[in-house]
């Protein structure tokens, strides 16, 4: 699996995770009331779900691929906009 394949499943399961969030905020919403302790969960539970996002580098130069310049967006280059190495393409060090 490349690179971005990996990062790109990885930007599928975040999908998944904020949409189980937003069902776990909605479902403590209706059955017990606005509760302030659900959305902390849910944010928290982002948080770590998130972790790995920092793992998906560029293998020549180090750059996370979620990044473009300060920003993180959801979805990962699939070129590295730093050293410019394709990044769908199988890695030559494994």
């Not at 394949?5 to 990885?10: G, Q, S, V």
């Not at 069902?23 to 302030?36: A, C, K, T, W």
């Not at 302790?37 to 180090?62: D, E, Q």
Request: charged share 15%; glycine share 8%.
């Amino acid at each position: 699996m490349t690179l971005y394949e990996a990062a790109r499943r990885h930007a599928w399961f975040m999908a998944g995770a904020l949409g189980l969030s937003i069902l776990f905020v909605l479902v403590v919403d209706r059955y017990f009331g606005h509760s302030v302790i659900a959305f902390g969960i849910a944010i928290v539970g982002l948080v770590f779900a998130n972790r790995r996002m920092l793992s998906f580098n560029c293998p020549t130069c180090g750059k996370n691929v979620f990044f473009r310049g300060s920003f993180a967006l959801p979805w990962p280059q699939r070129k590295c906009s730093k050293c410019g190495t394709d990044l769908a393409e199988p890695s030559q060090n494994r």
